[in-house]
């Protein structure tokens, strides 16, 4: 198993996968216990943590100037038509709330308040299109930026004329968020890799853009965000993260300190002599 570990970088897969045959070994009586689980959970993916390891910081996230080139790039496709008014609105609202990209998937026009500029994050879509709990079973209630507000606005109108042209009434229940499958199925949830499909297709369009994903868009929100002097605290909050821990796996760059513990004292005693 340790040379498993050094072997492949989905070792954890590997090591549950083990795991639990033992484990059925002994449901079925055929062992006594399963005395290998304690032993195994010690063996680390060690290929997972050295290719972890040799990523360079600047590629887990983009600059900001790297982002504003992704949002030209957007905008852009959408006035020559390349993209939906859907694609661009669907970018921009995961990038803003930062969240999860099944969690944009998974919003309804009634998680929307446009007159309070709110959105309600309260579920995600599985791989198989199912509606389930956010990770942490979290509710969140986003303050929006007021361009957003007018594009999803925007968005809501144009797709009550698309639904209707098949016939299909638009509702508070209606996801915000979808599209005609491969299939032919209307109105059909999104898949789990549209986004990024989406993106994908942008930067062959543009080829100045540097590789991202949704969930770089993620670590890029935090780590800017960071940057810019927002607590971790306030940064896990807002990724509805359990723990600070998590936070600072997508917080890729350097503490930063508005007021350092020296300063801090230095004027306190300087209020003192006054």
């Given at each position: 198993?340790?040379?498993?570990?050094?072997?492949?970088?989905?070792?954890?897969?590997?090591?549950?996968?083990?795991?639990?045959?033992?484990?059925?070994?002994?449901?079925?009586?055929?062992?006594?216990?399963?005395?290998?689980?304690?032993t195994i959970?010690?063996?680390?993916?060690?290929?997972?943590?050295?290719?972890?390891?040799?990523?360079?910081?600047?590629?887990?996230?983009?600059?900001?100037?790297?982002?504003?080139?992704?949002?030209?790039?957007?905008?852009?496709?959408?006035?020559?038509?390349?993209?939906?008014?859907?694609?661009?609105?669907?970018?921009?609202?995961?990038?803003?709330?930062?969240?999860?990209?099944?969690?944009?998937?998974?919003?309804?026009?009634?998680?929307?308040?446009?007159?309070?500029?709110?959105?309600?994050?309260?579920?995600?879509?599985?791989?198989?299109?199912?509606l389930k709990?956010?990770?942490?079973?979290?509710?969140?209630?986003?303050?929006?930026?007021?361009?957003?507000?007018?594009?999803?606005?925007?968005?809501?109108?144009?797709?009550?004329?698309?639904?209707?042209?098949?016939?299909?009434?638009?509702?508070?229940?209606?996801?915000?968020?979808?599209?005609?499958?491969?299939?032919?199925?209307?109105?059909?949830?999104?898949?789990?890799?549209?986004?990024?499909?989406?993106?994908?297709?942008?930067?062959?369009?543009?080829?100045?853009?540097?590789?991202?994903?949704?969930?770089?868009?993620?670590?890029?929100?935090?780590?800017?965000?960071?940057?810019?002097?927002?607590?971790?605290?306030?940064?896990?909050?807002?990724?509805?993260?359990?723990?600070?821990?998590?936070?600072?796996t997508y917080?890729?760059?350097?503490?930063?300190?508005?007021?350092?513990?020296?300063?801090?004292?230095?004027?306190?005693?300087?209020?003192?002599?006054?």
């Open positions: 198993m340790t040379a498993k570990a050094e072997e492949y970088a989905n070792f954890k897969v590997i090591r549950s996968y083990v795991n639990s045959i033992f484990n059925w070994a002994e449901e079925l009586e055929y062992i006594e216990s399963n005395r290998l689980s304690k959970k010690r063996i680390k993916a060690t290929k997972k943590i050295k290719l972890q390891e040799s990523k360079i910081e600047e590629d887990l996230y983009l600059s900001s100037d790297e982002l504003q080139e992704w949002f030209e790039a957007f905008r852009e496709d959408l006035e020559n038509n390349k993209i939906s008014l859907k694609d661009y609105v669907l970018f921009f609202t995961t990038f803003i709330l930062n969240d999860r990209k099944s969690e944009s998937y998974a919003l309804h026009w009634k998680n929307i308040d446009f007159d309070k500029a709110e959105i309600n994050l309260e579920n995600a879509l599985d791989k198989y299109k199912n709990s956010t990770k942490g079973n979290k509710k969140t209630i986003f303050s929006i930026p007021h361009y957003l507000v007018t594009l999803l606005a925007k968005w809501k109108i144009q797709q009550k004329q698309e639904l209707a042209q098949f016939g299909i009434i638009q509702t508070p229940e209606q996801l915000v968020f979808t599209y005609i499958d491969t299939k032919g199925n209307v109105n059909s949830p999104l898949h789990v890799d549209y986004l990024n499909n989406k993106m994908n297709s942008v930067r062959r369009r543009h080829p100045r853009l540097k590789h991202a994903t949704p969930h770089k868009l993620r670590h890029t929100g935090a780590t800017l965000a960071r940057q810019a002097g927002m607590s971790l605290e306030a940064i896990s909050e807002a990724l509805t993260h359990s723990d600070t821990i998590t936070t600072k917080v890729n760059t350097a503490n930063v300190v508005p007021l350092s513990a020296g300063t801090l004292a230095y004027q306190h005693i300087q209020k003192q002599i006054r």
